[in-house]
C-alpha cells in the first residue's frame, strides 16, 4: 500500500491550502482515511477522518469550521481544505488508512503570522 501526500506550503495567517493524498494498492473505497498532524516538540495528533464513503467526517475541535475532509474514490484520494489558517496549524500533516500502519510521507505546512 502507498500513500503519497502533496500541497503542503508556508502560507500567511487566515491563508488557505489544500492537502491531498492518493493511496494505491488498496481498495480504497472500502476504508476509512485521515489526516493527522505533528508540531515541533509535539505528539502527532488526529485532524479529521472520513469513512469509505464519505458521507460521514470527524474533525479536532481546534479545526472545526476551518479544516474539511473530503475523499473521491474514483481517483483513490483523500482531500484535506485548510482555510483560516493560524500559526498553531504549523505542522507536518500526514495522511493514514485508518486503524493500520499504512501512512503517506508527510508534507510541511507553516503558517506565518
Known amino acids: 500500500v502507498q500513500l503519497q501526500a502533496s500541497g503542503g506550503g508556508l502560507v500567511q495567517a487566515g491563508g488557505s491550502l489544500r492537502l491531498s493524498c492518493t493511496v494505491s494498492?488498496?481498495?480504497?473505497?472500502?476504508?476509512?482515511t485521515g489526516w493527522y498532524r505533528q508540531a515541533p516538540g509535539k505528539q502527532r495528533e488526529l485532524v479529521a477522518t472520513?469513512?469509505?464513503?464519505?458521507?460521514?467526517?470527524n474533525y479536532v475541535d481546534s479545526v472545526k469550521g476551518r479544516f474539511t475532509i473530503s475523499r473521491d474514490n474514483i481517483k483513490n484520494t483523500v482531500y484535506l481544505q485548510m482555510n483560516s489558517l493560524k500559526p498553531e496549524d504549523t505542522a507536518v500533516y500526514y495522511c493514514r488508512v485508518a486503524n493500520s500502519d499504512w501512512w503517506g510521507q508527510g508534507t510541511q505546512v507553516t503558517v506565518s503570522s
Open positions: 472520513v469513512n469509505s464513503g464519505g458521507d460521514s467526517t
Open positions: 494498492r488498496i481498495f480504497f473505497a472500502a476504508v476509512t
